[in-house]
Structures are given as C-alpha cells and as structure tokens.
C-alpha cells in the first residue's frame, strides 16, 4: 500500500499562474482533507471531502478550489498563485472524519514568487 | 467551540533524559477522539495514537506512554530514555461530533518541538 500520495513534490510558481495539486489515496478511505502548513503557524485546513461527492470549506479556503474526483481522488487548485500561497501543502485521509486518525501524503513544497 | 493547548513551544533535553509533553484540550461534547502525530525534520505527519473519550486506559508503547485524564482535560505523551531520532514537532489533535464551524472535525495544536542532543 502507498497510502496517500501528492505530486508534486516541489513546485515554483509565478504569481498569476495556476497550478492543481494531485492527491490519491489507495485505503479506501470516505474522508480527505487539503492543510497548509506555514511556519509558526500549525495546520491550517483548506478543504475537506467528507464522502465522494460532498467538499467543505475549511479555516482557509479562499484562492483555492478543490475537486473530490473519486473515492480515490481530490485535487487542490490554485487559480491564481499569490506569494501568500507559499507554503507546504499537506493531503490527507480517514476512514472517518470524527472518529479515525487521519493518514498523511508526504507534503508539496510550493513556493510563489 | 473544541481547542487544544500545546503550551510548551520547545523542550530540549540530552539523549536518554525522558520528555513529557503536555496536551489540555477543551470540548462541550461527551464523545471525542484524541490523537498525537509526530512531525520529524524530514515533513511528513505521522501518526501515533488515538483515544476515545470513554477508553481512559494509559497506554505503553516500547519508549512511548500516554497519560488521558478526562478530569483535568490532558492528554500528555512521554518518551522514555530519548534518543536523537525523537527529535520532531509533535502535535495532539482532538475531534467530536458537535463542531460545526469552518475548522472541520479536527484540531491541531500548535505543536511542541523535541530537541534531543547527544
């Protein structure tokens, strides 16, 4: 098992562009969630999918759009990157959004100049 | 609204010295779930433990143990005997079923760095 999986790893933007984050996770999970983590800051949640076909917002949600693709699937899109998106973007998943731990993609490191 | 207090921002300690790192966490509902994640230098989360609010039991596990007090609001983690490789943030979390708002079910800490030096 790969657990969850985010590509890419690193990514350089200019402000303006536009980019997707890709998450997959193969547990068979209901739940999935987007984090930044900022220095200083802690985890902050962007998105979250309670169950295919549901998206919520979270604490910090604007400038970013999400899509639960599948039960698999739920990709992250910066429409247009700013320098205060610079940050490390974190997936992840749960059986359950209350009751079960939740299992982590090894981050992208994006920075915005 | 749930929160969790991680007050400590840094503990440093020399190998093999223990390490207790204390979690208070408030919540209005009677059912909720507590966790500890590690975050070594290399990023990614890891998680570690999960309680429920009715399974009080203190756990042990090799170097690790965690003390849940429902009287006193704590979940605190202790490494015995620290070795370099505990060195990370480690963050507690709790979720319940009554939070509402835009922060979803789960709440993280702040975290508390782990320095271990040889």
């Known amino acids: 098992n790969a657990g969850v999986t985010q590509t890419p790893k690193f990514q350089v933007l200019k402000t303006g562009q536009s980019m997707t984050l890709q998450c997959a996770q193969d547990?068979?999970?209901?739940?999935m969630y987007w984090y930044r983590q900022d220095p200083g800051m802690g985890l902050r949640l962007i998105y979250y999918?309670?169950?295919?076909?549901?998206?919520d917002k979270g604490e910090v949600p604007n400038g970013y759009n999400v899509s639960r693709l599948n039960k698999r699937e739920f990709s992250l899109r910066l429409e247009s990157a700013a320098p205060s998106q610079t940050s490390v973007y974190f997936c992840?998943?749960?059986?359950?959004?209350?009751?079960?731990?939740?299992?982590f993609g090894p981050g992208t490191r994006l920075t915005v100049t | 609204a749930q929160k969790v207090t991680q007050a400590q921002t840094e503990i440093s300690v020399v190998e093999k010295e223990d390490v207790t790192l204390d979690c208070v966490y408030e919540?209005?509902?009677?059912?909720?779930?507590l966790f500890w994640y590690k975050q070594p230098p290399s990023g990614e989360l890891v998680f570690l433990i999960r309680?429920?609010?009715?399974?009080?039991q203190n756990e042990i596990s090799g170097r690790y143990s965690w003390n849940f007090q429902k009287s006193t609001s704590s979940f605190n983690f202790t490494i015995t005997a620290s070795q370099v490789v505990d060195s990370a943030v480690y963050f507690c979390?709790?979720?319940?079923?009554?939070?509402?708002?835009?922060?979803?079910?789960?709440?993280f800490g702040a975290g508390t760095q782990v320095v271990v030096t040889p």
């Open positions: 999918s309670a169950s295919e076909g549901t998206t």
């Open positions: 979390a709790l979720s319940d079923y009554m939070t509402t708002d835009s922060w979803g079910k789960l709440q």
């Open positions: 547990m068979n999970h209901n739940s």
């Open positions: 992840a998943s749960s059986e359950d959004e209350v009751r079960d731990e939740q299992y």
């Open positions: 309680r429920n609010s009715f399974d009080e």
């Open positions: 919540t209005r509902d009677t059912t909720y779930y």
